[in-house]
């Protein structure tokens, strides 16, 4: 499996820890929405999408280890790094490198913005 979009809003000045939404397109055939960008004294990390329970909140999904979680953080990451500098609030960026093998596998690189909104 392996990204082949990604969509990200960012928010500037929003009083708050977050600093953009991120959805994620596997295969070009699942999108992840509403996966939280936050910032805390300029550490990133993310939110995956939750729900409320009896016991408190529950992820809607998430990566299954630390690996999975650590590269779409990475990519996510430098993806919104190049937004910065842009008025626009809105990219897409597309998986330009098909020969990826596995999500572990891809790179921040293998993303260029195709539009900005």
Not at 74 to 79: D, G, T, V
């Amino acid at each position: 499996m392996i990204i082949t979009v990604i969509k990200i809003r960012k928010f500037n000045n929003s009083g708050t820890k977050l600093i953009g939404i991120a959805d994620v397109t596997l295969d070009d055939m699942i999108v992840l929405h509403d996966i939280k960008i936050l910032s805390n004294n300029n550490k990133k990390f993310l939110a995956m999408p939750s729900r409320s329970s009896c016991n408190g909140f529950k992820d809607i999904y998430h990566p299954i280890n630390s690996k999975t979680r650590d590269r779409i953080e990475s990519i996510l990451f430098e993806l919104y790094e190049k937004t910065i500098g842009f008025d626009n609030d809105i990219f897409e960026f597309e998986n330009v490198n098909g020969d990826k093998k596995s999500l572990i596998e891809q790179i921040g690189e293998d993303f260029e913005i195709i539009m900005r909104f």
